[in-house]
């Protein structure tokens, strides 16, 4: 758990609300998070997700494990204590985000369940849409874009998700996708019905009306 260090700080309200600011987007914010192993599709399937909700007009922002670690938490490793500092950070900023009334997209392999409980719970006013990309470990090793699955079974990655760190699957996660069977276009269609669905995609002008 975060420890707060500086003393004498209060929060000050603004003048916008965020109400205010998703009237003006004509859009509500939520925080579609995905999870999964390396390699099962988290961030080709939320490009393309942000793709398609594009084309209908919604502001998004995607954030990516592997890009979010070459600036804001580029200081953070791959130990337990920093992975937990690593989305402890992209939850506090995917707040802002959604509380702008932005439709936040986040790709983190994420492994520790308590982790993502977290994040939920910092946004527990807003929707909160766990995306579990779920594929098995043979698939994955076929794949392996990237040849780590290999290098950490060589030794020469440590604290690899998978192989030598744990994943925890999520036990309740609004949504499951097995990446092994379906296709990325499949996903992103059972990801758009879920959100109509729950009415994350509703117009509010035209539900003001």
Known sequence: MSIQKTRHIKRHKTHITREDKEILLNQKGALIWFTGLPASGKSTIANSLEKELYKQDYLTIVMDGDNIRHGLNKDLGFSQKD???NIRRIGEVAKLFVETGILTITAFISPYSADRDNVRFMLKNSKFIEIYLKCPLSELEKRDPKGFYKKAKDGLIKEFTGISAPYEAPLNPEIVLDTSKLSQKECVKTILHYL??????????????
């Open 83 to 85: 992975r937990y500092e």
């Open 196 to 209: 109509n669905s729950v009415r994350v995609l509703d117009n509010l002008q035209n539900s003001a009306t």
